[in-house]
């Protein structure tokens, strides 16, 4: 099992089939994910909400495969990241993937005081609430631009209605809602976005886990209307 990322990811797997669920992506709808990223060949790919590190080793070693240089996976919880890490080594995938723990926004932040650009893909996979206002502070810290694809799991059977307006609305809605917030804005930590980005959105069906219809909505930024 040492060093293949195929093994790593088939015991993940059986053990969340066998002996205890666990909220990974799936073999299913993380094909969705690896066929985008075997077309698009990213360079680089942001993971927001890692869990225990299985669509880390299953995207990360897709991003491999075709000349990926990083895969940066955000995950809360420590104990989870902890797991993560651990697997990723044994799946000797630490040359590109690497788990950065703590708050979401937190570490978003840090990644761009650090330098880091516009990302070629984002995963989204964690608390469905948050989705909308994580691709929000995702625009405006510059991590989505114009050739940029966006993906978010979970997205039949949990879903999130206003992310699914937000990808899909004109530039010009969003404008008038961006000033319509502006005006409201209070001291809470979230987000206005960057309304002037336009998105081509599809949703891609599959099975999670446990058998159960769902689907990854996948966004690609295909400009600006500036």
């Not at 993971?47 to 990083?70: D, P, T, W």
């Not at 609430?129 to 799991?153: I, N, Q, R, S």
């Amino acid at each position: 099992m040492k060093g293949s990322p195929e093994a790593v990811v088939a015991a993940i797997d059986e053990f969340g089939c066998t002996k205890d669920f666990l909220m990974n992506v799936g073999r299913e709808k993380g094909g969705v994910v690896t066929n985008i990223i075997a077309k698009e060949k990213p360079r680089t790919l942001l993971e927001i909400g890692g869990y225990v590190g299985f669509s880390a080793i299953l995207f990360g070693n897709e991003l491999r495969k075709v000349g990926g240089q990083k895969y940066l996976s955000l995950e809360l919880n420590p104990t989870f990241a902890s797991v993560a890490r651990e697997l990723i080594a044994l799946a000797g995938l630490n040359e590109i993937v690497e788990i950065i723990e703590g708050p979401c926004r937190e570490s978003l932040r840090k990644l761009q005081q650090q330098g880091a650009g516009a990302f070629d893909v984002i995963f989204i996979d964690h608390a469905k609430v948050l989705y909308l206002d994580e691709l929000k502070l995702c625009e405006e810290l510059g991590f989505v631009k114009p050739g940029t694809t966006v993906m978010a799991d979970d997205m039949v059977r949990q879903g999130n209605a206003k992310y699914s307006a937000y990808v899909r609305d004109p530039p010009a809605l969003k404008k008038q809602r961006y000033e319509q917030e502006k005006a409201n804005w209070g001291e809470e930590d979230a987000s206005l976005g960057t309304p002037a980005l336009i998105y081509e959105t599809s949703m891609f069906h599959g099975l999670d886990p446990c058998g159960t219809d769902d689907g990854v909505e996948v966004s690609w930024c295909r400009g600006t209307s500036d």
